[in-house]
């Protein structure tokens, strides 16, 4: 079966602009989630949707923003570009709910701000 | 604080060794559930194992097993016969319940040599 699939897989993008990426999860995973990872601060959680609706939301400004349709894709969109947003974007699905559900991750986007 | 605690950040193993990557968690649930996952170069993450805080039994998958002590709070992976293959990042990761996110550690970049 097909993976979690993310695009585009690198984006070089200038201080003050927007950016969308996208996420495809696994057909029937109605959880999808987002990080981002950095060498600093390793991997940190953005926010996870769940039937289109927003179920988590780690601690990032609201430049950071997300959004779940109705065939479970996602995107998240990061507005005003700053340097420090330059990351490996990771999504991951899952079919939600219990514990030993894991999660499947995408390849990543990884995103360079100049 | 804290919820997950990697604290080797790099570590060698000679080919064909086993090699045991520590891994310690903070929580206060009763139900929870451990995970590690493989982040080789190329930047995708790869599930390895799970195991369950009611597991009885420690987890194994192939040439990787978790050695999970509860009293400890400790859940660390063991690889056995490592392979060249397996030089990569390792990140230990938690879920508790109530659909929380999956948290992870500061992750260990092991190096396999010849």
């Known amino acids: 079966k097909a993976g979690v699939t993310q695009t585009p897989r690198y984006l070089i993008k200038t201080r003050g602009q927007q950016v969308t990426l996208s996420c495809s999860p696994i057909?029937?995973?109605?959880?999808v989630s987002w990080y981002q990872q950095t060498p600093g601060q390793g991997l940190q959680f953005l926010f996870e949707?769940?039937?289109?609706?927003?179920?988590n939301k780690g601690n990032f400004p609201g430049r950071f923003s997300g959004r779940q349709f109705s065939n479970s894709r996602s995107e998240m969109n990061v507005s005003t570009l700053e340097l420090g947003d330059s990351a490996l974007y990771l999504c991951?699905?899952?079919?939600?709910?219990?514990?030993?559900?894991?999660?499947?991750f995408g390849s990543g986007t990884r995103l360079t701000v100049v | 604080a804290q919820k997950i605690t990697q604290t080797q950040p790099g570590m060698f193993v000679q080919e064909k060794e086993a090699v045991t990557l520590d891994c310690t968690y903070d929580t206060s649930d009763q139900s929870y559930g451990l995970f590690w996952y493989k982040q080789p170069s190329s930047g995708e993450m790869i599930f390895l194992i799970y195991q369950g805080s009611y597991d009885e039994q420690n987890a194994t998958e192939g040439r990787y097993s978790l050695n999970f002590q509860k009293a400890r709070k400790s859940a660390n992976l063991v690889i056995s016969a490592s392979q060249l293959g397996d030089s990569a990042m390792y990140f230990c990761a938690m879920r508790e319940t109530g659909n929380t996110p999956l948290v992870f550690g500061k992750g260990t970049r092991l190096s396999v040599i010849a």
């Open positions: 949707y769940f039937s289109e609706t927003q179920r």
């Open positions: 991951a699905s899952s079919l939600g709910g219990a514990l030993d559900y894991g999660y499947t």
């Open positions: 057909s029937g995973h109605r959880s």
